[in-house]
């Protein structure tokens, strides 16, 4: 048999509110609730609730056969605490079929992994210890923010204790090789590296926005032409294409109601979640990846979030507030911060707009990167202050010890 594995990411970020310079140094709180909580129960009502609803009712009436990994940002969690707790419930209700499997990630669907290793394994610990609480699980296999990957990225995360790691199926990485098999990392060959097949998720993802929409018929067609001797085939996409970014007009829930059926009655295939994968094969060799590469864009690399100047030196200038963060340890300032940190801070600030079309406009509020950028700038501004004002210069602090003895 060959295992096909389906993974889904679910993230929501917090949008901030229009902060205006005058507001700096008197307003402390940065958020648009009404945009927020309007955004999470549209997509809640859309694509959540009534996509984990086919999923159980798959999972139930396929006796085992059928399973998913998901990965669920801490972000997305706490919003679905406060404004669709119906949400988390119906997930809890996977989790219980022993067929959906949780994955492990940054806390704040951050850019950490490429910034600050102490500070990542805080939120991968943290982000785990939310999983384990709500499903029940302990993660055994970890998706970076966006599939951001690189051997050094690897090696953090092996040292973790993580068994995979989940990036993208890139050509200019593998040159001549298939994503459809299992790899690992070069300098900790224990963890195993599934790599995401971007044909045949993207056949799915966008398949729909074409007239007559997509089959499983013709998914089927396509799964089956590949070659016999690749014996795995990952299937990773954005959660919200089923009825958000694709609406249930296109016929993308008719499309997931009948594909167990159809690929377990006309292919080789079985479902299978990453960990099955990464205790069940071997890896064919190493995969080596010098620099990051990422799931976003043509290029599949860090232009996304890391592209131009104003987004580097936005970013650059929050991590530079790390160890006063620390040093203070107050609530507040930790919510914050967690929630500053978000990649889509920086993705709004991207200027490959009139090169990727609408890609990067989706759910941005912005009129432009620069509106972006200045909205962003002016809320780290304010936090600093209240950083300073609260900043006591100490030696070291507890936490950084913490995170040095990992």
Not at 170 to 187: G, M, T, V
Not at 289 to 311: C, F, M, T, Y
Not at 362 to 388: C, E, G, H, Q, T
Request: glycine share 4%; with cysteine.
């Amino acid at each position: 048999m060959k295992e096909l594995c389906l993974y889904f990411q679910v993230h929501q970020p917090l949008r901030l509110k229009r902060y205006r310079f005058f507001e700096i140094g008197n307003d402390h709180y940065y958020y648009d609730d009404y945009t927020n909580e309007s955004i999470m129960r549209r997509i809640a009502d859309n694509c959540y609730l009534p996509a984990n609803a086919i999923l159980l009712d798959l999972i139930l009436s396929q006796k085992g056969k059928f399973k998913i990994s998901f990965s669920i940002s801490g972000l997305a969690l706490e919003q679905f605490e406060q404004y669709a707790p119906e949400v988390i419930e119906s997930f809890q209700k996977l989790a219980a079929t022993g067929c959906v499997e949780f994955l492990a990630e940054t806390y704040s669907h951050s850019l950490i992994s490429l910034k600050n290793r102490g500070e990542f394994t805080h939120q991968v610990r943290k982000h785990a210890q939310l999983i384990e609480k709500l499903f029940g699980q302990k993660p055994q296999v970890f998706r970076n923010t966006e599939l951001i990957y690189s051997d050094s990225i690897g090696e953090m995360v092996a040292e973790l204790g993580y068994k995979g790691i989940l990036t993208e199926g890139s050509r200019h990485i593998l040159d001549w090789k298939s994503p459809n098999y299992l790899y690992c990392n070069p300098i900790k060959p224990q963890l195993k590296v599934l790599m995401r097949n971007y044909k045949l998720s993207d056949a799915i993802a966008f398949g729909f926005a074409s007239e007559g929409g997509f089959t499983t018929e013709e998914f089927v067609k396509q799964l089956n032409e590949v070659d016999q001797k690749e014996v795995i085939v990952n299937i990773f996409m954005d959660y919200e294409t089923f009825g958000e970014y694709q609406s249930r007009e296109t016929g993308i829930f008719d499309f997931l109601s009948h594909l167990p059926e159809t690929v377990l009655k006309n292919t080789k295939f079985q479902f299978a979640t990453a960990t099955d994968i990464v205790e069940n094969y071997q890896a064919v060799s190493s995969v080596h990846v010098p620099h990051p590469i990422s799931w976003k864009d043509e290029e599949r690399d860090l232009s996304a979030w890391l592209g131009n100047h104003l987004q580097n030196e936005a970013c650059n200038k929050l991590y530079e507030l790390r160890d006063s963060v620390l040093r203070i340890s107050d609530d507040h300032i930790n919510k914050d911060w967690q929630f500053l940190q978000s990649s889509d801070h920086f993705n709004h600030m991207c200027t490959k707009l009139s090169v990727n079309g609408n890609h990067h406009s989706y759910s941005n509020p912005y009129n432009s990167p620069y509106d972006a950028f200045i909205n962003y700038m002016n809320v780290l501004s304010d936090f600093k202050i209240r950083l300073d004002e609260l900043d006591v210069p100490m030696e070291e602090s507890t936490i950084e010890y913490e995170y040095k003895t990992v």
